[in-house]
């Protein structure tokens, strides 16, 4: 169906295809001025088309890339929730090998803060009627709020930039403005937004900003600020909590329900989630990016399913996975395998680790014929094929989702994971595959990007955590909420009910801390909050939010200071592998001649053993030098 109706996509401006591009070339900035560019409605939907290209800015960790290891993978590999592939591939925050910035950073207000200023300079001596001002105006509120709250997260006290500003103006040269005062216009911003913003979807298309877009982001915002102020001890948080409890319920109550999925495996919704055809009617979907052959395909499929995916999981955070259950690994009685293989390791897990990491399998090529198979003689070789669904015939495109045993794009067999390594496909260091975006129906040609799964950008699970962790933070969690938020996406990934009243201080005896200033110890958190922020870190893995979250919660020496680790294994299996495994005693691996005979595979380095480590100065990025040299007025975050 949606190959049928480009048009209208392109019209509905969320493809962000080439044709914006096109459209940009064909009428500049430069021309669409005073002259020409704002004497109709259709004038300022044109004028705003290219906005929609913030989802895909690669500055934005939670953006849409063609590729996921340059979008959205990028922020949670900057987490440690996920590793590069390579040797070389040291988390530059735990490692403190983070360049200095002399540009970019992230630092821009000309781009999509001038566009969106321009356009609200013209709305009240343009040729609209109120309401479709009102409309233009909550729009730009949107987009400048939107762009707005990252460049708070990155910088904290940032310039606040509400007009067109010339090279004479002064207020280009100006201050940083507080945070808080900042934050707060952005909230102003995105209420007036809420409130005022029309319903034109018969112009703009229905899959566009709406009303329902601006209480997403409300959402996301207030959370992240409120929690930041809370644990960043700025004060003045609870006004951040409420708004998010509010907006986020009205969202719940409008979009009741969650996905489910159409490929009959466990957790079908979850996955599906990022790789359904075209999500224009899925429930909870808010807003998506369209993807359209021949017009904007993405190559987010087609790169896992080759040698260049370069994202892999790590044993830490695979240590997070509930049991299915309900508990986790370290309860008494959470009834976990062991460690000591990878079969063990996933057997009973929660099913969204499944759609997140390639499950352990073997088979058997066909006899001269790689898009063949057939089972080993070995039971506990297909047990994960019998639970996501077996693969029947490599073929390209093949069909299903995420189903076992996979293939590369021109249909070669993956005879076993894991599949340790760098070069051939389908392979990594950690034997932890992340292959998110996989698909199996999508077609691809001599590594050409053919795939048109749609993305969402607003989606109701995202709602949910918002507001269950909102209401830890004003002290109204209770069983209800856990009922109407973590619960609904632990039904659908068939994982057993939060129970609130039995999460005490024992129900995992490995949670985390969090790190006030000055305090190098850490304070373990909340045993409720923790399991609240585990089911965040589970439900939105491989989305982006790793790196915001971590920061604003205080957390990032507890989630960077640790080595990453791979899969167990013997000495032996590791060696013909051209791997090692990791002392834990020296935080170094063990080498070839070491005294170990099995263990976890070695990565990277012990960061603390290395003497390294997260550093205080990243919770804020560092603004460019260049910008301080063109403007004296501007000082530097602390430390950097």
């Known amino acids: 169906m949606k190959k049928l109706i480009i048009s209208f996509a392109l019209l509905t401006g969320v493809v962000f295809s080439s044709c914006n591009d096109s459209f940009l070339e064909k009428t500049p900035i430069t021309d669409l001025t005073e002259d020409n560019a704002f004497n109709s409605y259709d004038n300022f939907k044109s004028f705003m088309w290219p906005c929609y290209e913030m989802f895909t800015n690669n500055t934005i960790r939670t953006s849409l890339a063609n590729y996921g290891q340059n979008g959205n993978y990028a922020g949670d590999c900057d987490a440690g929730y996920f590793e590069w592939k390579q040797e070389s591939g040291y988390n530059a925050f735990a490692y403190q090998t983070v360049a200095s910035a002399a540009s970019g950073n992230g630092w821009d207000f000309k781009s999509f803060i001038r566009r969106i200023n321009i356009m609200l300079s013209h709305i ?46 002064p207020e280009a040269y100006g201050r940083r403005e507080d945070r808080k005062v900042v934050a707060d216009k952005v909230l102003e911003r995105l209420l007036w937004a809420e409130k005022n913003i029309g319903n034109f979807t018969t112009s703009d298309g229905k899959n566009t900003i709406n009303q329902d877009c601006v209480r997403a982001a409300i959402s996301r915002f207030t959370l992240r600020e409120g929690t930041w102020r809370k644990y960043h001890e700025l004060g003045d948080y609870d006004k951040y909590f409420e708004e998010c409890v509010r907006v986020s319920e009205l969202l719940m109550s409008a979009y009741p329900k969650l996905y489910q999925g159409v490929d009959n495996q466990p957790a079908a919704g979850y996955g599906e989630m990022w790789t359904t055809e075209d999500l224009a009617n899925v429930p909870g979907v808010i807003l998506y990016k369209s993807y359209v052959a021949n017009v904007n395909p993405h190559g987010m499929g087609h790169v896992e399913h080759t040698s260049s995916h370069n994202v892999e999981m790590n044993q830490k955070t695979v240590d997070l ?320």
């Not at 009910?497 to 304070?523: C, H, L, Q, W």
Request: charged share 25%; with cysteine; hydrophobic share 35%.
């Open 124 to 169: 009240d001596s343009s040729a609209m009627n109120e309401e479709q001002k009102k409309h233009w105006r909550a729009v730009g509120y949107f987009f400048h709020s939107f762009w707005y709250m990252e460049l708070i997260d990155r910088f904290g006290d940032i310039p606040w930039v509400d007009q067109v500003l010339q090279e004479d103006s």
């Open 321 to 640: 996975y509930l049991m299915k259950n309900g508990k986790p690994i370290k309860n008494a009685v959470s009834g976990y395998h062991g460690n000591k293989n990878m079969y063990t390791i996933f057997r009973d897990r929660d099913p969204r680790l499944y759609h997140t990491v390639i499950p352990p399998y073997k088979v058997k090529a066909g006899k001269g014929d790689y898009a063949t198979w057939s089972y080993t003689e070995n039971e506990a070789d297909r047990e994960f094929i019998d639970i996501m669904g077996a693969n029947t015939s490599c073929s390209n495109p093949g069909q299903g989702m995420k189903r076992l045993p996979g293939q590369n794009w021109s249909a070669s067999l993956v005879p076993e994971i894991p599949r340790l390594g760098t070069g051939a496909f389908v392979t990594c260091r950690s034997g932890y595959y992340v292959w998110k975006n996989w698909s199996n129906w999508e077609q691809n040609f001599n590594n050409g990007d053919m795939n048109t799964s749609d993305k969402p950008i607003f989606k109701i699970e995202e709602v949910l955590l918002n507001d269950a962790e909102a209401h830890f933070e004003l002290g109204t969690f209770s069983q209800d909420i856990a009922d109407k938020t973590i619960n609904k996406l632990r039904e659908r990934a068939n994982v057993a009910k939060m129970k609130v009243d039995e999460i005490d201080d024992s129900f995992d005896p490995n949670r985390g801390k969090y790190y006030p200033k000055n305090n190098t110890a850490g304070i373990l958190v909340n045993p409720v909050l923790w399991e609240i922020r585990r089911e965040r870190i589970i439900e939105l893995m491989g989305e982006g939010f790793g790196f915001y979250d971590i920061r604003r919660w205080r957390m990032a020496p507890w989630f960077l200071n640790k080595p990453a680790t791979g899969v167990w294994m013997s000495k032996e299996q590791a060696k013909k592998n051209n791997m090692t495994l990791f002392n834990s005693e020296t935080g170094y691996s063990d080498g070839i001649n070491g005294n170990m005979t099995e263990g976890n595979i070695f990565l990277f380095n012990d960061p603390v053993k290395e003497g390294k480590g997260w550093l205080e100065k990243y919770y804020l990025y560092q603004v460019p030098t260049s910008e301080i040299l063109l403007n004296p007025e501007l000082t530097q975050n602390p430390d950097w």
